[in-house]
């Protein structure tokens, strides 16, 4: 088996490589990706997962995407992905590793922790769009029937494409130790050294 992490505009590959990336084993490995759809429906990030997840400057590993040849490591990756999208956003727009302190952390609020990853808020994390919901693959797996608020929003953005009601949460994917990384605040520029963490895997 190998999976090629280049850009891509498969939703849960996107998902899944983020998660194998981001995260590997460790327990935030879905709260990873429940950041990627608060961002989606955000308003100040693109409104598509694939381009939030390699939007310039934001995840660290998209500068150098990998190939993934372990099937057990990418299963796991894909149950997590598939986990964040039943559960939705997590309303938390940006995280960092619990073993450094970015310059911008003293401004985010909200911090939760949840493996080795501290998820926070630099600015408000309100819902501007549900666009996300609406991509094929999130449809196909979610299935059931819109929402009246799902609805609302996607009668006035697209209204030509399906839209369905999420099942109820399931239950939290839970792992152990982590590829180390941190995502940005909104807007962050890339610049030499940005992502701190790289020097510590």
């Keep these: 088996m190998s999976v090629n992490c280049a850009r891509s505009s498969d939703t849960m590959k996107c998902l899944t ?43 660290s590993w998209t500068v150098s995407p990998s190939t993934c040849t372990t099937p057990a490591a990418w299963n796991k990756a894909k149950k997590a992905a598939e986990e964040a999208v039943k559960k939705g956003s997590n309303k938390k727009l940006n995280f960092y590793a619990n073993y450094i302190y970015p310059s911008w952390a003293r401004n985010c609020s909200g911090k939760q922790r949840v493996g080795t990853h501290i998820f926070c808020n630099v600015g408000n994390a309100n819902v501007a769009n549900t666009r996300w919901r609406q991509e094929p693959a999130v449809v196909a797996l979610l299935g059931g029937t819109a929402s009246p608020t799902v609805l609302a929003t996607a009668s006035s953005t697209a209204p030509n494409l399906p839209v369905r009601r999420p099942p109820p949460r399931a239950t939290a994917v839970a792992l152990a130790p982590p590829v180390r990384r941190e995502v940005a605040p909104p807007f962050d520029y890339f610049t030499p050294g940005f992502f701190m963490s790289e020097s510590t895997r």
């Design 17 to 59: 490589c983020n998660a194998y990336r981001e995260a590997g084993n460790d327990a935030s490995i879905v709260e990873v990706n429940r950041t990627v759809l608060a961002r989606a429906e955000s308003g100040k990030f693109p409104s598509s997962i694939c381009a939030v997840i390699y939007q310039r400057a934001q995840f």
